[in-house]
């Protein structure tokens, strides 16, 4: 798997294409839970579920049905909430968006059994063909040492930096498009 703070870039480059300076907080932290949740099977471990089967890692909470699921959760208890700044519609796209980029991130690092993209309906498990990506341990302790700044190191070069130019051109564009307002 990419590491969390890997899953969180990416969710915060994904903003970049909706951001508007009146969405609150909220929304890109909202963005930030749903790229690292998808990890939360790790803990199946404890209870015996293996790694390949159903509820196991990168298995159904890394396909795309969960995060149409977990993001139209959210994004109707967020708009509940009264969420203002954004509509529901690009409320739930940004989430889907980051919830989904958790797979996509894990299909591209170099170990594991791959991810389970179309479960509940098809629980095979795919990488990308092109997996540049050091895999990360799953234990937080392991993070912590010199296999784990490799991994950081990976990640910066493969993630980080196309996510941080993404956003930089997202951002760019934007504001190359809007009209001058000295000339107004």
Not at 61 to 83: D, K, N, Y
């Amino acid at each position: 798997m990419a590491s969390a703070f890997s899953h969180a870039v990416a969710a915060l480059s994904i903003g970049s294409c909706f951001y508007r300076p009146q969405i609150p907080k909220s929304v890109w932290v909202a963005g930030v839970a749903c790229s690292v949740i998808p990890d939360l099977d790790v803990i199946g471990f404890h209870f015996g579920i293996q790694y390949g089967d159903f509820w196991g890692h990168r298995g159904f909470t890394h396909s795309l049905f969960f995060a149409v699921l977990l993001a139209s959760a959210i994004a109707v208890v967020m708009s509940w909430r009264g969420t203002s700044g954004i509509g529901r519609f690009a409320l739930f796209g940004y989430l889907f968006l980051a919830t989904a980029s958790h797979g996509l991130l894990d299909s591209i690092t170099n170990g594991g059994l791959g991810v389970a993209f179309f479960s509940p309906f098809n629980n095979n498990r795919y990488f990308l063909p092109w997996r540049p990506v050091h895999v990360s341990p799953i234990a937080a302790l392991r993070f912590f040492t010199p296999r784990g700044f490799a991994i950081i190191q990976s990640e910066f070069v493969w993630i980080w930096l196309p996510a941080i130019f993404f956003a930089a051109m997202v951002f760019t564009l934007r504001r190359m498009s809007q009209p001058d307002a000295a000339n107004s």
